[in-house]
């Protein structure tokens, strides 16, 4: 624990000078003749002497409660995720109908991301970005569970994987006030067809990069079977996420060790990319995870889920302080009252 006013903590050198002077005062008080009528008045008033000390004491401990508040008290602690997102960037190429990983990969993920919503905290907004040879929002960020399991159910598959457009359009969804364009930055001067909104839509904003993994409100979770065939560099959109702060927690699917196969009379590269996306994960402050089967899928997705929930950060605990001292003074003054009809 640290504190951001430490200077205030010399004051608690002069609480032990408060017992001193109480009990200075209860010897002065017994100097004091005191007549009793009956025996029975001198025995109740032994039996509470005990009791006499507790209100004193408990403003004694609340006085200290209150001096560690004001040095403003600073603790790394565990806490939910409040106000947070959580982009899931999914593969939906084609290689995702082979069936290495039973009874599809593309099933297998489905299954694995649903169960992943499921244990998510209800408080955390979750969107849902697909992607093959284009990425595409199939669902905005939103609490409501029911939506974006519909969105996951509803995957097309195409041709390509572009995995540098998922991270980039996942950006795009998390600072929408970035002026993040995924056309631009994937076509550059040579895109045509601009609609109006476009042309109205600002800059790209300046940002001043920030340490990789520094942005506790949200994170990226892509999944992907496969290697960058076409779209934004993946790794130039790993930088984009880094400067940001934005963690990127990768999972690699299929077989590293893959060769070429056709489905449906198309040829089809199934070997993962396993240098790039551990790099990554590197850059953003990630994690990468291999899945090779169905089991081990959705065991990385409760692992990725239960990081997800808490964050360590540092927090200033000078509200807790307070609060206990409060407590301290309003149960010494309650019992002051119900023992002795008056306050300490």
Do not use: C
Request: proline fraction near 5%; avoid cysteine; charge should be positive.
């Amino acid at each position: 624990m640290l504190f951001l006013w430490p200077q205030t903590l010399w004051l608690l050198l002069a609480l032990p000078l408060l017992p001193v002077a109480y009990l200075w005062l209860l010897r002065r008080r017994g100097k004091a003749a005191l007549r009793y009528s009956t025996l029975n008045i001198v025995s109740a008033a032994a039996g509470s002497n005990w009791r006499r000390h507790i209100p004193p004491g408990l403003l004694l401990l609340a006085l200290a409660a209150m001096l560690l508040a004001a040095a403003r008290p600073m603790a790394r602690i565990p806490l939910p995720w409040a106000r947070s997102s959580i982009m899931l960037a999914m593969d939906v190429s084609l290689s995702m109908r082979v069936t290495d990983i039973k009874p599809t990969r593309l099933v297998a993920a489905q299954v694995a991301a649903k169960q992943f919503l499921r244990d998510l905290p209800k408080e955390i907004e979750v969107g849902l970005i697909t992607f093959a040879g284009s990425s595409q929002v199939a669902q905005g960020t939103t609490l409501d569970r029911e939506a974006l399991v519909a969105a996951i159910d509803g995957f097309q598959m195409q041709m390509g994987t572009a995995v540098g457009n998922a991270i980039v359009l996942s950006l795009a969804e998390m600072f929408p006030d970035h002026g993040i364009d995924v056309g631009e930055l994937t076509f550059g001067s040579r895109r045509t067809g601009r609609s109006l909104d476009d042309r109205n839509k600002p800059p790209p904003k300046e940002i001043t990069p920030v340490a990789p993994g520094s942005y506790k409100s949200g994170a990226i979770i892509l999944l992907s079977d496969g290697r960058r065939t076409t779209g934004i560099d993946t790794l130039a959109a790993a930088k984009m996420a880094a400067d940001r702060g934005v963690r990127i927690y990768v999972v690699g699917l299929g077989t590293v060790d893959g060769e070429a196969s056709s489905i449906e009379g198309m040829p089809i590269y199934l070997k993962l990319d396993e240098p790039t996306l551990r790099e990554v994960a590197r850059m953003t402050g990630g994690e990468y995870h291999h899945a090779g089967t169905a089991e081990k899928l959705v065991h990385v997705y409760e692992n990725l889920g239960s990081r997800m929930q808490v964050i360590t950060r540092e927090t200033e605990l000078s509200g807790l302080f307070a609060l206990a001292s409060a407590l301290l003074m309003f149960t010494a003054g309650l019992l002051s009252l119900v023992w002795f009809r008056r306050l300490v």
